[in-house]
């Protein structure tokens, strides 16, 4: 089955695999250097300080708070991402999913700096998942996607639709603290915008 799933899926599967487990033989270094940190914050380490960095906007999306946030992430590529590789072809995947992991990062920097709210990093791959279910959304809408909890068969653009709304309810809200809801719509938006371009660029001959 490994070698059914499309290059760029599996490499970005590798990776951030590879990454979670240098994270547990580093400790809070990689968080220290690579996770996303709110403008005007700081992060202390042995002998560093470090707020924000441009590369932190790719790099977060690298990093993972435990295994059950990297399980569900990976599950997320895995799931989606082979059939939107497939359809987009390597290079217009992986510009893709690290466009919506850039709008995911800037959409977390801007609500960060607007509410004012604790100076805690953002981490994960969430944002760039999320786009990458939207664009399965769109292209697979008819597909059923069979939801864990509850077991809900739906439509896969019917699913979409639902996920961004509780998304933006629990963002509004502030339900679910510790949860980087905007990044996520964030990461939605970026690849919208991504498919809106493609769509509308000359065919080359």
Do not use: C
């Amino acid at each position: 089955m490994w070698q059914l799933i499309p290059p760029v899926t599996r490499a970005l599967i590798t990776t951030i695999g590879a990454v979670f487990l240098l994270q547990l033989l580093t400790g809070d270094l990689l968080y220290i250097w690579f996770a996303l940190w709110p403008f005007g914050t700081t992060a202390a380490g042995p002998g560093v300080k470090v707020g924000f960095l441009p590369w932190q906007l790719v790099t977060y999306s690298f990093l993972h708070g435990n295994l059950v946030h990297l399980l569900f992430n990976l599950l997320g590529l895995f799931m989606f991402g082979s059939d939107v590789e497939r359809l987009f072809g390597r290079q217009r995947f992986l510009i893709y999913y690290f466009a919506s992991v850039v709008s995911a990062g800037i959409a977390q920097l801007v609500m960060s700096a607007v509410s004012g709210g604790p100076p805690y990093p953002t981490i994960g791959a969430s944002g760039g998942v999320f786009g990458i279910l939207l664009a399965f959304g769109l292209y697979f809408p008819n597909r059923t996607i069979l939801l864990i909890f509850p077991p809900i068969p739906m439509p896969a653009r019917v699913f979409v639709f639902v996920y961004a709304a509780i998304e933006l309810y629990l963002g509004v809200t502030g339900t679910q603290q510790g949860v980087a809801h905007f990044a996520h719509l964030g990461g939605m938006l970026g690849g919208f915008l991504m498919i809106r371009y493609w769509r509308r660029r000359p065919p080359r001959y």
